[in-house]
């Protein structure tokens, strides 16, 4: 879970246009790691604290993630089981594990690319794929999609999967938790997940892995 979420991290802070367009979805992305980056390389990686880590989270990479239906998509059935107190509690640690991750991720990142082909619709024209290639800095290039939806209240759009070779990050998620809940209760899983240090950030190991 932590390699998945890591790569969705760095192609996250890694967006470079390949060509211009007024796509919205494709602005969505774009917009939540151009100011990102333009912070990062004012700073070495040693002065990237907890502090700065989370301001920035916050300010440019949430508000382009819709948290409550990553976290819908990765309990899957299990969702409208649990309490709505407990649905709360597990989109404030899949947040929390989030902030602690890009943490790692903002001191690896070191000028990684992200260029997208298109973007594709889906028939009603109300989600979208963003399709691109990440470069890593060995070399290795990586297939990623970003899936979107638009929000028919708002008008926004956000981000709620990234399909990372082939493999839906949700989904990955949503495969281990119900392995899990096949011998745990959702309460004992949220407690588990409140106390579970997060495994620190092994770049060499994302790239390995790839």
Known sequence: MIKILSLFTLMMLAVTQAFASDDKPLKVVE???NGVIAELKKTEPEERDAQMVERLVEEYILPAIDQKKIAMGA???YWQRATPEEQQRFIT???DRQLRTYGGA?????GETLEFSDTRYSPDGGRAI???EFTQSNGNKVPVDFRLYENKESGDWLVYDA???GLSMVKTYRTQLSDRLQNISIGELIAELESEPVKPYDPEELQAGS
């Open 163 to 165: 399909v990372i070779s």
């Open 75 to 77: 309990l899957g059935k």
């Open 106 to 110: 903002f001191k690896a990142f070191s």
């Open 130 to 132: 963003v399709k691109g």
């Open 31 to 33: 917009q939540a790691t």
């Open 93 to 95: 640690i899949f947040r």
